[in-house]
């Protein structure tokens, strides 16, 4: 019993240290993907190709002076970033261990009612920094976070319905891979626009708009709150990736095609960055509630109609 506890938290801290790593490297490949779609050449001088150039950031952001504000609240203003970055790493406990991890019989819920928290630390930053501008970012932030989980809910409850399971390891055992992507095409280019809203990306980054709040409800951040932000954000990206492939590009348990379809979807939040503009934001919350959700209410009721 011990020892089995102890190989779970084993495989639990390598794996959060591993997601550090792929943090970092993702914000490489994005400088490396956003330079040569803008015609330059990105990040090249610190390493071989620039290959040390998260590390060097990341050394420069905890070096940096903290900011201390006087008419903030304290305790939450430092607080919430952590409390953003534990949210953001809590949903990776549900990855699908073979052996050696925590089998969640009801993975799906957990997932609901962890990614539902996050929306409180951007919240309550928003408030903490005693700024208007933050303050703007974290209601925009909020309001687009919960409009575009219940679409998200709405397909969850389509996928459970038709695997019969709340457990994310036996949702993966699809028969074939063709096969899931032609039933599921609508419901998986729905998750992927909500994906992109729930992550707060382009073209749906309003609560980090720089043209209007400056740099939305981080911006009294700096230095190492800042860093856990950004960490939060970059770690919340990949295992909406990860989720995305275990829901519709897995046809069997853990194998490598697992990550590469979770770094190809990586990279599809890239190249959006790269070529969206930004929406209004009347327009995000239309498509949040009179196209996407109406879309997913229409085919869960399709869902149900095959049994």
Same mark, same amino acid.
């Given at each position: ?11 639990y ?12 490297f ?9 330079g ?43 607080m ?14 549900? $990855?699908?261990? &073979? ?8 993975? &799906? ?6 990614s ?16 208007? $501008? ?6 925009r ?6 409009? $575009? ?46 994906s ?17 709040? &400056? ?42 095609f ?13 190249? &959006? ?7 209004? $934001? ?26």
């Amino acid at each position: 019993m011990v020892l089995e506890l102890f190989i779970v938290l084993l495989n639990y801290f390598i794996m959060f240290i591993l997601i550090m790593v792929s943090v970092a490297f993702m914000t490489l490949l994005e400088q490396k993907v956003v330079g040569a779609m803008q015609i330059r050449v990105g990040p090249n001088k610190t390493g071989v190709w620039g290959l040390l150039q998260p590390f060097a950031d990341a050394v420069k952001l905890f070096l940096k002076e903290n900011m201390s504000l006087t008419m903030n609240n304290a305790m939450v203003y430092y607080m919430c970033p952590v409390a953003s970055l534990m949210f953001s790493l809590g949903l990776w406990v549900l $990855y699908p261990y &073979v052996e050696g991890g925590i089998d969640f019989f009801l993975g &799906v819920l957990f997932f609901m009612c962890l990614s539902s928290m996050g929306v409180y630390p951007i919240m309550l930053m928003g408030w903490a920094s005693n700024c208007k $501008y933050s303050m703007m970012g974290s209601m925009r932030a909020l309001a687009q976070m919960i409009s $575009y989980e219940v679409s998200i809910m709405m397909i969850l409850l389509s996928l459970i319905y038709m695997k019969g399971s709340f457990n994310f390891k036996e949702m993966m055992n699809w028969s074939f891979i063709f096969m899931s992507l032609s039933i599921y095409l609508p419901l998986s280019l729905i998750w992927l626009a909500s994906s992109l809203a729930e992550t707060n990306r382009t073209p749906y980054d309003f609560s980090e708009s720089g043209s209007e709040l &400056v740099s939305g409800f981080n911006t009294e951040y700096s230095a190492g709150g800042f860093t856990l932000i950004f960490v939060a954000e970059y770690a919340s990206i990949l295992f909406m990736s990860l989720l995305f492939s275990i829901l519709f590009l897995s046809y069997e348990s853990l194998s490598i095609f697992i990550f590469v379809n979770t770094m190809v979807i990586a990279f599809l939040f890239i190249w &959006v960055r790269s070529t969206m503009p930004r929406l209004r $934001y009347d327009k995000l919350m239309g498509l949040a509630w009179k196209i996407f959700l109406p879309v997913s209410l229409f085919l869960f009721l399709y869902y149900l109609s095959f049994y």
